[in-house]
């Protein structure tokens, strides 16, 4: 089995194998099926390795792919130390560990400790009775009762699903906590035996097989503090959005450093999911080195731009979000100007829709364009690149025909529900909901792996457990492999000259440059007298090329369009680098 210490460090300079790195990642159920059932699954990813190789990628983060009800996809944990078994085995897994050691590749899996599933062998046990032993390794609290004197749940937090964040247990007449849906109640970290049990069957059952590290769901989330009520912010309802009251709870910096005495002892990464956290120096204490809590974290202010925190599915797209996602790009880019910390850049994962469809144009005539210009962003970007599977190809959101029973994810399905109820069936609110839906739910990056022009893109013989994408005979990797304008082959040359220019793409200092605008985004990256100038046409027309004096002479890198010419054509992209640094 290949450990750490065996591979070639990824890294041209001294910097950290994880910094350097590009991580690709991959949602099981929808990459590859190997036996034809419809779902993806583990051989499948490993009969994949060698496509994921060729994209110069160092990195794969496998989402959960533990034992589970799937009730959320995997993210309702029943075992953290067996696999689903319709994705394969714990013998497949440390195929899959050990083929990607042998590519020189790493791995990661997703840490999901926030909560389990309550088929988890744990809270059975503490649903079982106040007395048993492990009762305290979840979070329950007795009921409160109102003036009329019914019974009510301990707080009035919403949960991130819908509805209150308590679910009342018949059997023992107390409420357990769940952040998300009731069938994931919330793990007890304030005791230091269920700490010690999730280190050992969740962290070191796989460390010891080799993994590389993980990417922690919801890691802001383990402290919660005293459970106290959230502000109400819509007094018509019953329960209030609580993100910012429960997460960075006290206790936070205690149980990463445990946590870090765990991963240091194998030189594995970590990555941290961390939403609610508006305070930049709360999240520099997370990932400051000097700290050694986390390698890294995914903020959410890129992914969240035209969308809020209340309400999902109701923010419509504002005109002038460039603006805001030129605020959030500097913000999350600026965290490592003038620190220790470490920085992620992303604009796709398995809960947000496709970043072309949200952040390009997905028409026909532009979809190329806006993949490459986004590409061609995102890889010029400081801090570790992830990219999200068929990322790569420009893969888009599911088409606006598709009926609503094509969605499968339970968020969609409970906000459409909630429509449904609040509105009595009203068919116009129904259409606004799909189309909302259509535009932001997370279903629309877990439509299966567009392999190739077959029956069902190549990703499975069988029926697949949810709908490939309409567009599979135009977009998939066969034909973008023989396509050298393909969105693929930018991709794949975009991370090579990432390396090359390693110290300004990965490592320089971010600025952004010009008026702030809602058409094009320009900026600089500068590392130790070199510098580049990117400038991104966010729009479907040819924006003039403005031209910075400051940088002097300046030579042109790279361009997403064929033809180079005086404007910056429609979703156009280019690098040009500077003899030196700018005086701007
Ligand atoms: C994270 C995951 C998401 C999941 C949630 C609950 O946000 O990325 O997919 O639903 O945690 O575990
Ligand atoms: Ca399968």
Same mark, same amino acid.
């Given at each position: 089995?290949?450990?750490?210490?065996?591979?070639?460090?990824?890294?041209?300079?001294?910097?950290?194998?994880?910094?350097?790195?590009?991580?690709?990642?991959?949602?099981?159920?929808?990459?590859?099926?190997?036996?034809?059932?419809?779902?993806?699954?583990?051989?499948?990813?490993?009969?994949?390795?060698?496509?994921?190789?060729? +994209?110069?990628?160092?990195?794969?983060?496998?989402?959960?792919?533990?034992?589970?009800?799937?009730?959320?996809?995997?993210?309702?944990?029943?075992? !953290?130390?067996?696999?689903?078994?319709?994705?394969?085995?714990?013998?497949?897994?440390?195929?899959?560990?050990?083929?990607?050691?042998?590519?020189?590749?790493?791995?990661?899996?997703?840490?999901?400790?926030?909560?389990?599933?309550?088929?988890?062998?744990?809270?059975?046990?503490?649903?079982?009775?106040?007395?048993?032993?492990?009762?305290?390794?979840?979070?329950?609290?007795?009921?409160?009762?109102?003036?009329?004197?019914?019974?009510?749940?301990?707080?009035?937090?919403?949960?991130?699903?819908?509805?209150?964040?308590?679910?009342?247990?018949?059997?023992?007449?107390?409420?357990?906590?769940?952040?998300?849906?009731?069938?994931?109640?919330?793990?007890?970290?304030?005791?230091?035996?269920?700490?010690? /049990?999730?280190?050992?069957?969740?962290?070191?059952?796989?460390?010891?097989?080799?993994?590389?590290?993980?990417?922690?769901?919801?890691?802001?989330?383990?402290?919660?503090?005293?459970?106290?009520?959230?502000?109400?912010?819509?007094?018509?309802?019953?329960?209030?959005?609580?993100?910012?009251?429960?997460?960075?709870?006290? @206790?936070?910096?205690? !149980?990463?450093?445990?946590?870090?005495?765990?991963?240091?002892?194998?030189?594995?990464?970590?990555?941290?999911?961390?939403?609610?956290?508006?305070?930049?120096?709360?999240?520099?204490? !997370?990932?400051?080195?000097?700290?050694?809590? +986390?390698?890294?974290?995914?903020?959410?202010?890129?992914?969240?731009?035209?969308?809020?925190?209340?309400?999902?599915?109701?923010?419509?797209?504002?005109?002038?979000?460039?603006?805001?996602?030129?605020?959030?790009?500097?913000?999350?880019?600026?965290?490592?100007?003038?620190?220790?910390?470490?920085?992620?850049?992303?604009?796709?994962?398995?809960?947000?829709?496709?970043?072309?469809? @949200?952040?390009?144009?997905?028409?026909?005539?532009?979809?190329?364009?806006?993949?490459?210009?986004?590409? +061609?962003?995102?890889?010029?970007?400081?801090?570790?690149?992830?990219?999200?599977?068929?990322?790569?190809?420009?893969?888009?959101?599911?088409?606006?025909?598709?009926?609503?029973?094509? !969605?499968?994810?339970?968020?969609? /399905?409970?906000?459409?529900?909630?429509?449904?109820?609040?509105?009595?069936?009203?068919?116009?609110? +129904? /259409?606004?909901?799909?189309?909302?839906?259509? %535009?932001?739910? @997370?279903?629309?990056?877990?439509?299966?792996?567009?392999?190739?022009?077959?029956?069902?893109?190549?990703?499975?013989?069988?029926?697949?457990?949810?709908?490939?994408?309409?567009?599979?005979?135009?977009?998939?990797?066969?034909?973008?492999?023989?396509?050298?304008?393909?969105?693929?082959?930018?991709?794949?040359?975009?991370?090579?000259?990432?390396?090359?220019?390693?110290?300004?793409?990965?490592?320089?200092?971010?600025?952004?440059?010009?008026?702030?605008?809602?058409?094009?985004?320009?900026?600089?990256?500068?590392?130790?007298?070199?510098?580049?100038?990117?400038?991104?046409? %966010?729009?479907?027309?040819?924006?003039?090329?403005?031209?910075?004096?400051?940088?002097?002479?300046?030579?042109?890198?790279?361009?997403?369009?064929?033809?180079?010419?005086?404007?910056?054509?429609?979703?156009?992209?280019?690098?040009?680098?500077?003899?030196? @640094?700018?005086?701007?």
């Amino acid at each position: 089995m290949g450990s750490v210490g065996e591979l070639n460090d990824c890294s041209p300079q001294h910097h950290k194998w994880w910094k350097n790195g590009t991580v690709y990642q991959i949602y099981p159920a929808s990459f590859k099926d190997s036996n034809d059932d419809g779902i993806g699954d583990i051989p499948g990813i490993t009969s994949k390795l060698d496509y994921i190789t060729s +994209l110069g990628v160092d990195i794969v983060w496998v989402c959960p792919m533990f034992d589970s009800p799937q009730i959320d996809m995997g993210y309702d944990v029943s075992n !953290y130390e067996k696999v689903y078994p319709p994705y394969g085995t714990v013998e497949d897994m440390q195929t899959l560990i050990d083929e990607c050691h042998s590519r020189n590749m790493r791995i990661i899996l997703d840490l999901v400790v926030n909560h389990t599933s309550d088929q988890h062998e744990w809270f059975k046990e503490s649903r079982s009775s106040k007395s048993n032993p492990k009762r305290d390794w979840y979070i329950w609290r007795p009921a409160k009762y109102d003036d009329q004197g019914h019974r009510v749940p301990p707080n009035n937090w919403r949960a991130m699903f819908t509805g209150s964040a308590w679910t009342w247990d018949e059997h023992t007449q107390e409420y357990y906590l769940h952040l998300f849906a009731s069938e994931q109640p919330d793990l007890n970290w304030e005791s230091s035996e269920c700490r010690k /049990a999730i280190y050992e069957s969740a962290m070191e059952f796989w460390l010891r097989k080799g993994v590389d590290g993980f990417r922690i769901d919801c890691v802001n989330m383990y402290s919660k503090g005293d459970l106290n009520d959230a502000p109400i912010t819509e007094p018509d309802r019953d329960t209030q959005n609580a993100g910012l009251v429960w997460c960075n709870g006290p @206790r936070m910096d205690e !149980y990463l450093d445990e946590m870090n005495a765990v991963l240091s002892k194998y030189d594995a990464m970590s990555v941290g999911e961390c939403p609610f956290t508006p305070d930049t120096d709360k999240v520099i204490s !997370y990932v400051s080195a000097a700290n050694k809590r +986390l390698n890294m974290v995914f903020q959410f202010d890129v992914v969240e731009v035209g969308s809020s925190h209340a309400s999902k599915f109701e923010s419509k797209p504002a005109e002038d979000w460039l603006l805001d996602f030129q605020a959030a790009v500097t913000r999350t880019q600026q965290l490592i100007s003038g620190t220790d910390a470490w920085t992620t850049a992303f604009t796709e994962n398995h809960d947000w829709s496709r970043s072309i469809s @949200r952040f390009g144009s997905d028409k026909p005539e532009f979809r190329v364009a806006a993949g490459k210009m986004l590409a +061609l962003m995102l890889s010029t970007l400081s801090g570790t690149l992830f990219i999200y599977q068929g990322q790569e190809l420009g893969m888009v959101n599911a088409p606006l025909s598709w009926p609503i029973e094509e !969605y499968k994810d339970l968020d969609a /399905a409970s906000y459409y529900s909630q429509v449904f109820r609040n509105t009595n069936g009203d068919p116009t609110a +129904l /259409a606004e909901a799909k189309d909302a839906i259509q %535009f932001i739910a @997370r279903d629309n990056a877990r439509t299966p792996m567009q392999w190739n022009s077959n029956t069902n893109a190549g990703f499975s013989n069988a029926k697949p457990w949810m709908r490939v994408h309409d567009n599979f005979h135009e977009l998939n990797a066969e034909l973008e492999e023989k396509d050298e304008r393909s969105v693929l082959a930018f991709w794949k040359m975009m991370l090579r000259l990432r390396k090359v220019h390693a110290d300004l793409f990965i490592h320089g200092d971010f600025e952004p440059l010009g008026k702030p605008n809602t058409k094009t985004f320009t900026y600089s990256k500068s590392w130790e007298g070199q510098s580049a100038l990117i400038m991104l046409n %966010f729009t479907s027309e040819a924006q003039p090329l403005e031209m910075l004096s400051g940088f002097g002479k300046v030579e042109l890198l790279i361009s997403t369009a064929d033809d180079v010419g005086n404007n910056l054509a429609p979703f156009e992209g280019r690098i040009y680098l500077a003899a030196s @640094r700018p005086h701007l």
